[in-house]
């Protein structure tokens, strides 16, 4: 079955204890990002990756880091995380072909709360 | 900034109406959008992409796309209380970044 995992689902933490969110897909596709979704403020993109150690900012950038080391694997770093931070968070996964074909699909969210 | 708009609604229709939703967007660079449909506490289902001029079907859905006047809509025919969810309506802006607006929130009445 053709599916973006996310890990973990739900997670509480406390300001400046760096977590790891993991994101992995199956279906071999390059393209990857990470978004934000805020009540009010709608999905906003952290970061994508174009490929295997390609990768580049979004919209809000600022406080995170991922690296794609693998193909199927896009992790998010919060190595110092704050309260603003706290958020739902989804990875994607996109297959593209010269604009014509384009498919994202998106993981089942992480809910992270920093307190 | 390049935005994409939508009206957060909530839509309100009956059921077996046809829902119209609405998306504007600034960036006369993108090309292409996508439609998603999202349930509260869950992630976006993808229902469409499109990046011709027109319309295109897929079901009940029809997407429809006017790049001299900036928007893209969605059409939703014969709507059942299951299509109540917000709806996602996200741009393509050069290279790989996608923009999405806030979502209008639709609801079908039995």
């Known amino acids: 079955e053709a599916q973006v995992t996310q890990n973990p689902r739900y997670l509480i933490t406390v300001t400046g204890k760096k977590l790891t969110v993991t994101c992995s897909q199956n279906?071999?596709?390059?393209?990857m990002s990470w978004y934000r979704q805020d009540p009010g403020l709608g999905l906003r993109q952290i970061y994508y990756?174009?490929?295997?150690?390609?990768?580049d900012k979004g919209d809000v950038p600022e406080g995170y880091k991922v690296s794609r080391k693998e193909k199927r694997n896009f992790p998010l770093i919060l190595e110092s995380p704050s309260p603003n931070q706290t958020s739902l968070y989804f990875c994607?996964?996109?297959?593209?072909?010269?604009?014509?074909?384009?498919?994202?699909?998106f993981g089942p969210g992480t809910r992270l709360t920093v307190l | 900034q390049k935005e994409v708009e939508q009206n957060s609604g909530p839509l309100s229709v009956p059921e077996g109406a046809i829902a119209s939703l609405n998306c504007t967007y600034s960036?006369?660079?993108?090309?292409?959008f996508f439609w998603y449909r999202q349930y509260s506490g869950k992630s976006p289902e993808l229902i469409m992409f499109?990046?011709?001029?027109g319309d295109k079907e897929d079901g009940r859905f029809t997407a429809q796309l006017n790049k001299a006047s900036q928007y893209v809509s969605l059409l939703i025919r014969d709507s059942q209380p299951s299509d109540s969810a917000t709806y996602l309506c996200?741009?393509?802006?050069?290279?790989?970044?996608?923009?999405f607006g806030k979502g209008t929130t639709l609801s079908v009445s039995s």
């Open positions: 994607a996964s996109r297959y593209r072909t010269s604009g014509l074909t384009d498919t994202q699909y």
């Open positions: 279906m071999n596709h390059e393209y």
């Open positions: 990756s174009m490929n295997v150690e390609v990768t």
């Open positions: 960036d006369r660079g993108s090309q292409s």
């Open positions: 499109i990046y011709s001029n």
């Open positions: 996200a741009g393509n802006q050069a290279g790989t970044a996608l923009i």
